[in-house]
Each structure stands twice: as structure tokens, then as C-alpha cells.
């Protein structure tokens, strides 16, 4: 007898490879650099590691946020979008740790994030990427800027791409039928 419950997701866990899509991220949802060492603080990082980061790079708090962020990938067990949200939380940055809960540890998006680094970098056809437009998953905007970079799936692309996908879990069929249909010509 099958089980009524539905599948769990395992969320996606992040490492050091990942710190730029993380900035990234917060960078486009308003994240406060300002708040970099409570941030940290809230990540588990202890307050020495971050008062050398504080004295290696004082006043330039972009510095500080990404060697915060990347002592949190290097030492944290399995950190995760969830955990990142949920720090985000607890510094009141409430909106930026709803749009990453929405967003980056959505299910959908979750399994297209696992395949990312093998389709980042893609070229497709002038077909397929109209096809991105038209189905949904990219802006008009971002469709003349991947023309004119070659048809390839930057991680910027992929980023719209993954908020597509959260939004209507149906656009992961059409993005997977894109792809087989590129590659397949």
C-alpha cells in the first residue's frame, strides 16, 4: 500500500562553490551588508572569527559579508537555504528569508538547482532560448541579453530560471522539454 504522505525533499546543501549565488541572492533581495557580523553571529559563527574579519577588512562591509559567508560554508554542518533563512530571521531581514524560503528552498526549484552546474553554462539554439521567453522562464529583457552573450545559461539566467520554477511548478516540464528539445537538434 502506497504512502498518502508526500515525498520529503532533501534540501540542497550549500558549499564555498556557491558563496557568489549567495551574495548574489542577497544582493537582489535588499539584503543589509550592514548587518553582516549580527548575520554571522546568527549563522553559528563565533564572535572571535568574526572580529578578525572585522579587523582584516574594517569598513568594507561587501568584504566582511563574504568572508562571513564563506566561514559559514567552510564550517557549518550541511548549511542550507533553510538555515540561511532562518538566520535571516532572527536579524529581522524577514523579507530577504521569505523570498530565499520561496525561492531557493522551494522543492521545484531545489531539483533544478541540483542539475545547475551541468545546464549553467549551456548554449542553445536561438530556438530554445525564444522558447525560455515565450514559455515563461526568462524576461524579454534577460532574452536579448542571452542573445547577445551567445545563447549560454548564465548563472544570472538561471537564478530567473529558478524563480520561474517557484512560482509555477509546471514551468520545470517546460524547461526540461526545452532542454531535451535542444539537445536533441
Known amino acids: 500500500m502506497a504512502s498518502s504522505k508526500p515525498a520529503k525533499m532533501f534540501p540542497i546543501i550549500l558549499d564555498i562553490s556557491k558563496l557568489n549565488e549567495i551574495i548574489e541572492i542577497l544582493k537582489q533581495y535588499n539584503f543589509s551588508e550592514s548587518k553582516w557580523f549580527e548575520f554571522g553571529l546568527k549563522l553559528g559563527l563565533i564572535h572571535p572569527t568574526l572580529e578578525a574579519i572585522d ?8 568584504r566582511c559579508l563574504m568572508e562571513c559567508l564563506s566561514k559559514w560554508l567552510s564550517k557549518a554542518h550541511h548549511p542550507t537555504w533553510q538555515t540561511l533563512a532562518s538566520a535571516l530571521r532572527k536579524i529581522e531581514q524577514k523579507t530577504v528569508a521569505e523570498n530565499i524560503e520561496k525561492i531557493m528552498a522551494d522543492p521545484a526549484s531545489q531539483l533544478l538547482q541540483h542539475y545547475s552546474s551541468r545546464i549553467s ?53 517546460s524547461f526540461a522539454s526545452i532542454l531535451l528539445r535542444s539537445i536533441g537538434t
Open 55 to 62: 579587523a582584516n577588512h574594517r569598513g568594507n562591509t561587501s
Open 121 to 173: 553554462g549551456a548554449t542553445l539554439s536561438e530556438e530554445s532560448v525564444d522558447l525560455l521567453h515565450t514559455e515563461g522562464l526568462i524576461s524579454e529583457e534577460t532574452l536579448r541579453e542571452v542573445k547577445s552573450c551567445g545563447y549560454t545559461l548564465t548563472d544570472d539566467v538561471m537564478r530567473e530560471i529558478y524563480t520561474a520554477v517557484a512560482y509555477d511548478h509546471n514551468k520545470l516540464k
